[in-house]
């Protein structure tokens, strides 16, 4: 794994503009950043990421054949007993699950560590699924970048067979915050591998889904909702107003129901707990136990529910060297060994490795000079050398 400077495309932007990827740059800063590339070699990709994504998927399903029907599980997970039902429902109707990304610390030299799970509504496949192709085949034809490079990516073409698998007869609505610009152009770029899946679709902000008396959701021309992609998470709707309708509705939730068990960072501690030792797991434990203790005075501290870095804090030999503010952390903590991010050329990347339908298909990487991931933090191409 190495980080490699290279030329800029003169003309990305405009490229970008005309893909629809409209959030390239926020705040006068780049979010999309092709001066530089990670490269890997194919047996990195194949044994060291892909291979250990596929199991640590594995693990956590395993985790939630455990979880759906132990209460130990759910309220250390903080998950309202309400919606217990649901979650436990959902798993048995064996719901199916879209996509999911792993968050590695990976620096070629050692074994990938999971940092966490991105498994309700992980953000930024339009720019690994479609966008950093666009940039190797462009980077390739300019000689930017060798012309034997490759690229660790079928997320497009997966998603598009993943939805083929998830029609039913059903329209398929998708749903999230439509006035964020990157939530926005995620939702509009599934919207569309779901239409060439041969799905037929309509777009909706969620503040606009109404429901019936006999508990049906509905659109704004009143339709049924009854397949709904929702890039919204799961936490949130337990405590929306209509979070009380959840389980009187007929509506197939994608991500499903039992995916909140999997979008929680408490999941650390519990993989720890059922794979002790295993080789792409960190010790974590949850912060009331004691035996958190085994990690010393040098460990993260993450928030149960927690976005874009928010509320984490790195702390070593008993001191905060690093700390992110946001709004988190009134449902507790768990503490994961620190493993610091590998440093290349003063930026620390954090490797998003994606599946789809289960399936380890593609890379994302985001890097800052902050060794916390955020949402600023900008996102590199990379290649297969």
């Known amino acids: 794994m190495k980080r490699l400077a290279c030329s800029e495309r003169e003309d990305w932007r405009l490229t970008a503009d005309q893909t629809g990827f409209d959030f ?86 050692g074994p990938a560590k999971l940092l966490e799970y991105n498994a309700d509504t992980p953000t930024s496949i339009f720019e690994a699924a479609v966008f950093q192709w666009t940039w190797l085949e462009q980077a390739i034809e300019r000689g930017i970048i060798p012309a034997h490079a490759d690229q660790f990516n079928s997320i497009h073409e997966r998603l598009i067979e993943a939805w083929k698998k998830l029609r039913e007869g059903h329209r398929l609505h998708l749903t999230g915050t439509t006035e964020n610009p990157e939530d926005a152009g995620t939702l509009a770029y599934l919207e569309d591998t ?125 001191m905060t060297v690093m700390e992110q503010q946001g709004p988190y952390g009134a449902e507790g903590f768990i503490r994961q060994a620190l493993a610091r ?5 003063g930026q620390y990347p954090v490797v998003g490795s994606w599946l789809v339908d ?10 800052d000079e902050n060794p916390i991931t955020g949402n600023t933090s900008r996102f590199l191409p990379h290649a297969i050398l």
């Open 24 to 109: 390239h740059t926020v705040d006068g800063e780049r979010y999309w950043d092709e001066r530089a590339f990670y490269a890997f070699t194919l047996d990195e990709i194949e044994n060291q990421i892909e291979a250990p994504t596929g199991e640590i998927d594995a693990m956590c399903l395993e985790l939630v054949a455990c979880a759906v029907d132990d209460e130990e599980y759910l309220r250390r997970l903080k998950i309202p007993e309400t919606f217990w039902p649901l979650i436990s429902e959902s798993w048995y109707r064996d719901e199916a699950s879209l996509y999911g990304r792993l968050d590695l610390r990976f620096d070629g030299r």
């Open 194 to 318: 779901a239409r060439q899946a041969g799905l037929e679709t309509t777009l909706i902000d969620i503040e606009h889904i109404g429901w019936r008396e006999d508990g049906s959701f509905v659109d704004l021309d009143d339709h049924g909702i009854g397949l709904v992609f929702k890039l919204y998470p799961w936490e949130w709707m337990f405590h929306d107003d209509f979070g009380a309708r959840l389980a009187r509705a007929p509506t197939r939730w994608i991500e499903p129901p039992w995916k909140a068990i999997l979008s929680n960072k408490g999941i650390l501690p519990l993989l720890w707990e059922m794979f002790p030792d295993h080789p792409n797991l960190l010790p974590a434990f949850f912060e009331d136990d004691p035996d958190a203790a085994h990690l010393g005075t040098s460990f993260v501290r993450k928030p149960l529910y927690s976005r874009e870095g928010a509320n984490i804090a790195l702390v070593s030999d008993g």
């Open 341 to 345: 991010l590998p440093n290349f050329s």
């Open 358 to 367: 289960h399936i380890p298909c593609g890379l994302s990487i985001r890097e």
